[in-house]
């Protein structure tokens, strides 16, 4: 197995389009939830980043209308090509890498993110770039996964078709691990927003049990990493195969890694 470092779920792949809807119905009324309780409203300026589909900035532009501003970044746009128009309000679309580029100026009022530092190697950066991108008073809203919290893809591990899912989830995570994901990080969110200098630090976690989502955001995520798995040993093509056959029926209670969402406010 190689030791590559980098974004191991690569935007270009067809399925990235099939995660980003099935991270969409998974997380996005959770997101939302907690962005308006907030006080997210019109007239707002945010900063969506790593976006990968459209939802979120979508949701956004809605809520802060013709006088708000959504800047929408991530070092891979492709998906978000229907919101560069003339036609997309306060939406505006930048190819952008959180970790690296300078960050946005003009203090927002809130920066968002979801699904995204958990990849980096230089994530404290990033989120010291986010935090300080954040204009006094407003608020910095982290998600990420925290795998090693629960790590199984079938809690109830009831039969040889669960007792697989949990082998290929233990896969992927080790393809995590080589590639630099911490894979605890979601926990340690309060600490950093807090050492970032945020204060009114809040966090909560979201962990579904079982949906079609659930099972769609696996196939996808499994279908885009096949070649890896059966490369590094970690499952057969024919365990792969199985494992999608049980995907498609509904007997299967799969489950995803916990999302933990972290929120602070920068003092006035
Ligand atoms: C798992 S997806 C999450 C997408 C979306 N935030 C969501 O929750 O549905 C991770 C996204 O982060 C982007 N990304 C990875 N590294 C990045 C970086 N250094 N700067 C900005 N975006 C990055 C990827 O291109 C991808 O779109």
Redesign the pocket.
């Known amino acids: 197995m190689t030791s590559e470092t980098?974004?191991l779920?690569?935007?270009r792949q067809r399925e990235?389009g099939r995660?980003?809807d099935a991270?969409?119905e998974l997380?996005?009324p959770w997101?939302l939830d907690h962005l308006d309780q907030l006080g997210l409203t019109a007239g707002w300026r945010c900063w969506?980043?790593?976006?990968?589909?459209a939802?979120?900035p979508t949701a956004l532009a809605e809520r802060v209308g013709p006088t708000g501003r959504v800047l929408v970044?991530?070092?891979?746009t492709s998906?978000l090509t229907a919101l560069s128009g003339p036609a997309t309000g306060p939406i505006e679309v930048r190819r952008?890498?959180?970790?690296?580029?300078e960050p946005p100026g003009g203090g927002f009022d809130l920066v968002h993110?979801?699904?995204?530092l958990v990849?980096?190697p230089?994530r404290a950066e990033?989120l010291r770039r986010m935090a300080g991108a954040v204009r006094p008073g407003g608020w910095l809203v982290v998600?990420d996964a925290d795998p090693a919290l629960q790590p199984l893809a079938c809690p109830d591990e009831r039969g040889s078709a669960e007792e697989l899912a949990n082998r290929i989830r233990r896969g992927f995570r080790a393809l995590l691990a080589e590639r630099g994901v911490d894979l605890a990080f979601g926990r340690t969110l309060p600490a950093l927003l807090r050492g970032a200098g945020l204060r009114d630090v809040r966090a909560e976690g979201c962990f579904p049990l079982t949906s079609p989502a659930c099972r769609e955001l696996e196939a996808a995520t499994v279908r885009q990493l096949r070649g890896r798995l059966v490369a590094g040993g970690l499952a057969t093509e024919e365990e792969i195969e199985r494992h999608l056959d049980h995907l498609r029926g509904d007997g299967m209670d799969v489950t995803t890694a916990p999302l933990i969402t972290c929120w602070g406010r920068r003092p006035e």
């Not at 970044?73 to 891979?76: C, M, P, Y």
């Not at 952008?96 to 580029?101: C, I, L």
């Not at 993110?113 to 995204?116: E, I, K, S, T």
């Open positions: 980098g974004y779920l690569d935007n990235a995660r980003f991270l969409a997380f996005d997101t969506e980043v790593g976006a990968g589909g939802s979120v970044t991530d070092i891979d998906w952008h890498d959180v970790a690296r580029d993110v979801r699904l995204v990849h980096l230089d990033a998600e």
